[in-house]
Nanobody
Framework: QLQLVESGGGLVQPGGSLRLSCAASGFTLYYRSIGWFRQAPGKEREGVSCISSSGGSTTYADSVKGRFTSSRDNAKKTVYLQMNSLKPEDTAVYYC??????????????????WGQGTQVTVSS
């Protein structure tokens, strides 16, 4: 069974940090760029970050630039999203998704084949 599983979400105070993980099973991530998305209640899903298949290139939404960092360990079939200086507006369900391409080419949802189930991140005092 092909699937992505996110973990690492939780409740954190403003200014805190979390590291999300996205683990693949049933397929290799090696040839795929991986996107991170989030969806807050009542809002559309938005792209947060993307990392290329080699990990050599990353992109970030302006809202998280300088605070979030994507990385990956292809041997472990796992991608990470390090989130620092978290703000209440970062509260959302976070998803990882595997695209069909080696390089990152935007956050169009139709460009991503496999999605995880999501992990809740809540930033609140």
């Amino acid at each position: 069974q092909l699937q992505l599983v996110e973990s690492g979400g939780g409740l954190v105070q403003p200014g805190g940090s979390l590291r999300l993980s996205c683990a693949a099973s049933g397929f290799t991530l090696y040839y795929r760029s991986i996107g991170w998305f989030r969806q807050a209640p009542g809002k559309e899903r938005e792209g947060v970050s993307c990392i290329s298949s080699s990990g050599g290139s990353t992109t970030y939404a302006d809202s998280v630039k300088g605070r979030f960092t994507s990385s990956r360990d292809n041997a472990k079939k796992t991608v990470y999203l390090q989130m620092n200086s978290l703000k209440p507006e970062d509260t959302a369900v976070y998803y990882c998704a595997a695209s069909r391409t080696y390089t990152c080419s935007g956050y169009a949802i139709q460009g991503y084949d496999y999605w995880g189930q999501g992990t809740q991140v809540t930033v609140s005092s």
